[in-house]
């Protein structure tokens, strides 16, 4: 980015944001990171999504405000307790941080959500102009989505982000160890499609979308979906080990529960505003992508 700017980020702590926080501040940006406990530093603000309260104070003259707060789809299983709170804390943290951007109207707020948007999409490719899918995420994106759009006079990003892929985190993350003993392989019947992103590439394309002149959803998702049987595949290879052990889909949804349903449900999932916008993936192909990230 050109200009350095004061960028006002929740959702610090997770995997993407403490990437993007490291990335802005070595380009030269001022970082303040919205806690929810009492701040102990000059670049925390503090704020409470549960009560719709932020310090507005402190958030006055931000350039950016970038919003990835809310609880982790895939941590645990999907109860009926879990669920509600996927769903609140996605609800009410973007409707409280709206309400903060109506007020401090920075120049651009972009706000998570992810490609869950479009549910079940089996072989056939799909565009942020395609409606929302029917199944539980896609009803929590919706929501999500509908939160961010109380903002009414700021250029508006919303985030339909893939799988994530670093070794340090997420889905990756947690198949590596498996991988790296010989033990991993195909998950289901390995024909479903997984639309991913490199962490490098994701925040990137972040920082892309803080300067270009986009609006709306804007799919993260590297050009080039894969199966699940080449991304094992792939992952194997870079590994240097077999991927011999196949993980049949029933032991998933007995293992996982409702969340077996994204491991083994197809989203393939385009990024046709992002490459409209100008960007270039570092990392367009899913073999060459695992080779370097392990």
Same mark, same amino acid.
């Given at each position: ?14 995997? /993407?944001?403490?990437?993007? =926080? &490291?990335?802005?501040?070595?380009? +030269? ?7 929810? %406990? @009492? ?70 707020? /972009?706000?998570?959500?992810? =490609? &869950?948007?479009?549910?079940?999409? +089996? ?7 395609? %409606? @929302? ?82 609006? +709306? ?78």
């Amino acid at each position: 980015m050109s200009l350095p700017q004061r960028i006002a980020i929740t959702g610090a702590s997770g995997l /993407i944001g403490t990437a993007l =926080i &490291g990335h802005l501040k070595s380009e +030269g940006h001022t970082v303040q990171k919205l806690v929810r %406990r @009492p701040v102990i530093s000059a670049d925390e603000i503090q704020w409470n999504p549960a009560a719709g309260t932020v310090d507005l104070n402190a958030l006055e003259g931000v350039d950016a405000i970038i919003h990835l707060a809310g609880a982790n789809v895939g941590d645990k299983r999907w109860s009926k307790k879990y669920k509600a709170e996927i769903l609140n804390s996605r609800l009410l943290g973007t409707t409280t941080i709206a309400n903060a951007v109506n007020t401090v109207k920075p120049q651009v707020f /972009i706000s998570a959500s992810a =490609i &869950g948007w479009y549910g079940e999409t +089996g072989n056939r490719a799909v565009t942020e102009e395609d %409606r @929302p899918g029917d199944d539980f995420l896609a009803a929590v994106c919706k929501e999500w989505e509908a939160a961010a759009d109380l903002v009414t006079e700021t250029r508006t990003v919303k985030l339909r982000t893939g799988l994530v892929l670093d070794p340090t985190g997420g889905a990756l993350g947690k198949m590596l160890p498996l991988f790296r003993f010989g033990l991993g392989g195909k998950l289901g019947n390995g024909k479903q499609w997984w639309s991913w992103i490199t962490l490098h590439d994701q925040i990137r394309a972040i920082c892309h979308l803080l300067e270009k002149p986009v609006e +709306g959803a804007v799919n993260l998702t590297a050009p080039n979906p894969a199966t699940n049987q080449e991304f094992t595949s792939a992952l194997a290879r870079a590994l240097h080990r077999p991927a011999v052990f196949p993980v049949p889909g029933i032991a998933l949804k007995i293992a996982l529960g409702g969340f077996s349903s994204e491991i083994l449900g197809s989203k393939k999932v385009m990024p046709q505003k992002l490459v409209d916008s100008g960007f270039t993936f570092d990392y367009p192909h899913i073999a060459p992508a695992l080779a370097k990230l392990v």
